[in-house]
């Protein structure tokens, strides 16, 4: 013992304080530090992990250009690719719907007549569904024909196909045969595209 107290001096106590401090320190703060310790928005980029903030944490106003932005969006600008419907159509749940109805057909006959509707040229040309009907007589306002409106949604029983027909502005939904006497005004509508 008294070979230590003659070796110790104010510069080695201090150093072996400072050794201990030193690693029990960092395992301290490894150990103890969680996301409560941290203030929030105090960290810099280069603390946080790849692809953890999400689109509310992030200014767009402050963002730079992409690179190579022009090369992949052909050169357009923004308004050039929004989705767009053709004209005498209107957006109604993810569809362009035609805001006339077509003169009245069998179920089979619209449906053969919708898809070859070729203006504009488009994938999905389908005769309106009920929702569709119901977005255009009552958020457009536009008419219902006279004596209601085939949908492309179909009954089937027995072999034979019954179309739902929109009867009325009030969402009152019917069935109507695929016959010559069943034949009633329609709409296509289509997936709408860039344009």
Known sequence: MSKIRANLTYANVMATIAMFIALGGSSYAAIKVTGRNVKNSSLTYKDLKKNTLGGSRI???????????????????????????????????????ETTARPGLPWSGAAATCRRHATPQTPGRRIA????????????????????????????SDGTIAAATVLDGVSTVGTTPDTFDGRRAYRCAYTPING
């Open 59 to 97: 200014k767009e106003t402050r963002l730079g250009t992409v690179p190579r932005a022009k090369t992949l969006t052909g050169g357009y600008t923004g308004r050039r690719l929004l989705v767009k419907c053709a004209t005498g159509t209107t957006p109604i749940a993810g569809a362009c719907v």
């Open 129 to 156: 569904s009920v929702t569709e009907v119901d977005g255009v007589t009552e958020i457009q306002g536009v008419a219902l024909a006279p004596g209601g409106e085939l949908t492309s949604d179909i009954v089937s």
